[in-house]
């Protein structure tokens, strides 16, 4: 199966843009969200979350998000065990998904796809881009978050420039309309280049 990654930094409009392929008829595989399913579903995941943790990583069945936000926010040594634990899992249930599919291409989201080296896997790589204040404000307005928290995200992931040089095709999203025209220019070119090899 032809794996096309879907990155960009906090509030580019990954999700967004990954919607207008999906509506082109690509299947989309969302991994922070599967990754989130897993960890309230997969019996391995939860026991060794739980032994990371301890009991109060899970309040009636759900992940108590805020109690490992406040973990692993400085604790790079834990965010890893916890990464160790739930990326593997993540990895091979993407595997088990894709195989499935019938299309000419599927698309995998990922926040820090180049971060974490999966762009390695992937035959081509979409970079979501837009103005970093931009995205401050969109996500100001989305989660009700702060300046604050919404930089220190972004402190950890690289640059748009960064992400840029090692991708194929590059989405810029603020005009919503133009983002729709790029995605179906991207799409078809995708097309293209698969129907040549
Ligand atoms: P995250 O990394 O936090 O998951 P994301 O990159 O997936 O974010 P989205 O959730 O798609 O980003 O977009 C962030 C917010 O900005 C959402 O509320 C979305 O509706 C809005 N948004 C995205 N693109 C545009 C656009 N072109 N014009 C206006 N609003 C937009």
């Known amino acids: 199966m032809i794996i096309v990654g879907l990155t960009g930094g906090i509030g580019s409009g990954k999700t967004t843009v990954a ?11 969302i991994a922070d969200d599967e990754a989130k399913k897993l960890m309230r579903t997969s019996k391995v995941i939860k026991r060794k ?3 990371l943790f301890g009991e109060n990583v899970y309040v009636n069945g759900d992940l108590n998000k805020p109690f490992i936000a406040n973990i692993i926010f400085n604790n790079e040594q834990v965010l890893q065990e916890m990464n160790a634990i739930v990326h593997p899992r993540v990895a091979s249930h993407f ?4 195989n499935k599919q019938t299309s000419a291409y599927v698309i995998k989201e990922v926040a820090i796809l ?3 080296g999966g762009h390695k896997a992937c035959d081509y790589v979409i970079a979501v881009t837009a103005p970093k204040q931009l995205r401050i404000e969109r996500l100001l307005v989305r989660d009700n978050s702060s300046e ?4 220190a995200i972004m402190k950890n992931q690289w640059t748009d ?9 590059v989405i810029e999203n603020v005009d919503i309309e133009k983002t729709r025209n ?3 220019a991207v799409h ?7 129907s040549k090899s």
């Not at 919607?19 to 595989?29: C, D, E, H, I, T």
């Not at 595997?95 to 894709?98: D, L, R, S």
């Not at 420039?161 to 095709?169: H, M, R, Y």
């Open 148 to 151: 604050e928290k919404i930089e």
């Open 188 to 194: 078809a070119e995708i097309l293209k280049k698969l």
């Open 95 to 98: 595997e088990k998904w894709a």
């Open 161 to 169: 420039a960064e992400k840029v040089k090692l991708s194929q095709f």
């Open 182 to 184: 790029q995605v179906t």
């Open 114 to 116: 180049f971060e974490n």
């Open 49 to 51: 979350l739980i032994a």
């Open 19 to 29: 919607k207008m392929f999906s509506a082109l008829g690509v299947p989309v595989y």
